[in-house]
Each structure stands twice: as structure tokens, then as C-alpha cells.
């Protein structure tokens, strides 16, 4: 079973398969005040609205970050 990390901000969860994860640093370039890779945890959804992480995320080259609307 693939495992995978949850991050939320509220309005929406990041969903990171680490074993699907190329570490291309898409993810940190593009949105670096997000993404920490030697923090823990390394991902601070709160840092960045949600349409720039839909954004971003869209663009994950291995697809290990995916997304889902969280309802209010």
C-alpha cells in the first residue's frame, strides 16, 4: 500500500506519495516558501493561497502531490 502524507490548509489538503516523488524541486521553486525539505513537517500549506497551490501542484512532474477541496 502506497502511503500517503496529508497537509491542509482549511480550504484544501495537500496529498503527498512520497514513494511517487522524483524530487525534481518543482515544488520548492516554485512555491519555496511552502515547501521545507529538511523541516518536519516540510510542508506548510498555510503559507500560500489556494490557488497558487493548485497551481503549483498541477504542475508536480511525478504527480506525487495531488490535491482535494476541503468542505466547509
Known amino acids: 500500500?502506497?502511503?500517503k502524507i496529508?497537509?491542509?490548509n482549511g480550504?484544501?489538503?495537500i496529498i503527498w506519495q512520497?514513494?511517487?516523488?522524483q524530487?525534481?524541486?518543482v515544488?520548492?521553486?516554485m512555491l519555496p516558501e511552502v515547501y521545507h525539505p529538511k523541516d518536519r513537517p516540510w510542508v506548510k500549506?498555510?503559507?500560500a493561497t489556494t490557488e497558487e497551490l493548485i497551481t503549483q501542484i498541477s504542475k508536480c512532474p511525478s504527480?506525487?502531490?495531488t490535491y482535494r477541496k476541503d468542505k466547509h
Open 1 to 3: 500500500m502506497e502511503k
Open 6 to 8: 496529508e497537509y491542509s
Open 11 to 13: 480550504e484544501l489538503t
Open 18 to 21: 512520497p514513494e511517487l516523488c
Open 23 to 25: 524530487h525534481a524541486g
Open 27 to 29: 515544488c520548492v521553486k
Open 45 to 47: 500549506p498555510k503559507n
Open 63 to 65: 504527480g506525487a502531490l
